[in-house]
């Protein structure tokens, strides 16, 4: 299966796009935190929950260097992830009559409308492994839910 994505079509900038290096971008997302993010009340469970045991344990000291690159390596070794489109199809400069984003995909394709392919992302990891089985990517709404897997190019139109 090849990994490389290509991003073509009404654009300034086609784009090629190889989703094996974004682990290594800052600019990628938990996928976790998209279902936390659109759940205001788990924000303020979870605020609370933070208070009340600075509160009766005391506050903690920030931890060293030496832990947070532990954790990060982990974290990395162990999560999934995905990246905003948005930060591609910036870069790709759509032209002014472009008006969807087709997604192909080893079973056909998905039209999307370009402004609403702004807010998608695309998955790219899962338990900290790329998605070689239905990847290399998968088209996420921004609330998480899958919208696509085996994307092989985007098109716009």
Known sequence: MNDIIILKGKVSYPITLDPSVWIFDDRKVERQTLKRQNDESDSKELTARQWSRE????????????????????????????????????????????????????????????????????????????????????LLKNDGTTKATHVTEFQVR
């Open 55 to 138: 509160i009766s344990e005391g506050n903690v000291s920030p931890p060293t260097l030496k832990s947070e690159r532990k954790y990060e390596r982990e974290r990395i070794l162990t999560g999934s992830f995905a990246i905003h489109l948005s930060h591609f199809l910036k870069n790709a400069e759509p032209l002014s009559d472009a008006c969807e984003l087709a997604v192909i995909t080893q079973k056909g394709e998905v039209i999307v409308p370009l402004e609403e392919a702004y807010t998608y992302l695309l998955a790219f990891s899962k338990d900290g492994k790329p998605l070689k089985d239905d990847g290399p990517v998968h």
